[in-house]
């Protein structure tokens, strides 16, 4: 006689189930769905427990950050939870609402006191981050040094898209090493710089960097202590 099993697979109308295996797990952005890989979550939770840190740790609640920095509560709170991360423009607000450096919540912890600055960086050893698809590497995110050197994909076309034009304290360089960058400033028309071009300037004036073409750019940026215990709070464009 044919097995039980047999005899009700081949029956009319009976289907048979067959067990999948479990797939990635799929979190929700912004209401889309994306797969998150383990290594750009785990960034993205590591980002967002900084923010909280550095909030808390001045004793500052998400309606008194987002008064200072422009972000929405929501946003916020969806930022130090890891469910979005912030666009370049958004993560800079948010660092100047908080007077904490790029290092501090992305780079690895302070030196011993009175250490001598001294850092040296394997290619593509940076800490990277991703900030809503624009890849961000710090290069060098020694707290004690005066300056903070990042390696930035510019992909974004539009300003609404990166936030618009934000100023901060201290100065900053700019240089192409692929593809073609649009410079914004505030009160100056756009500066197409192609590779090789750099720009040296003022970052308390409100700036942001586009992708001039679809192919988009890749720059380094040197920034000047732009956020630290020295921060003024009447930043133009940060109201």
Not at 118 to 141: D, K, N, P, W, Y
Not at 164 to 176: A, D, M, P, R, T
Not at 195 to 203: I, K, R, Y
């Amino acid at each position: 006689m044919p097995r039980k099993a047999e005899t009700e697979a081949k029956r009319p109308g009976v289907a048979t189930r067959a067990r999948k295996p479990p797939g990635p797990a799929v979190a929700a952005n912004d209401g889309k769905a994306w797969r998150r890989a383990g290594g750009d979550q785990t960034m993205i939770q590591e980002l967002g427990l900084r923010i909280r840190a550095a909030r808390e740790a001045k004793a500052l609640s998400l309606a008194q950050v987002s008064e200072l920095s422009g972000v929405p509560g929501a946003t916020l709170s969806r930022i130090e939870n890891s469910k979005m991360s912030p666009t370049f423009s958004v993560l800079a607000r948010i660092m100047v609402a908080l007077e904490v450096d790029w290092v501090d919540l992305v780079g690895p912890k302070k030196p011993a006191p009175g250490e001598p600055v001294m850092s040296f960086t394997e290619a593509g050893g940076g800490i990277v981050t991703q900030v809503r698809g624009e890849r961000c590497e710090v290069l060098h995110g020694d707290e004690s040094a005066q300056s903070a050197p990042l390696l930035v994909d510019v992909h974004s076309r539009k300003l609404s898209d990166t936030g618009g034009l934000v100023g901060h304290q201290g100065e900053e360089f700019c240089y192409v090493l692929s593809g073609a960058l649009a410079l914004h400033i505030e009160g100056r028309e756009p500066r197409i710089m192609q590779v090789g071009d750099s720009a040296l300037f003022d970052s308390t004036t409100p700036h942001a960097y586009l992708a001039a073409t679809a192919a988009g750019a890749k720059i380094l940026i040197v920034v000047t202590r732009p956020y630290g215990s020295h921060m003024q709070r009447d930043i133009p464009g940060l109201t």
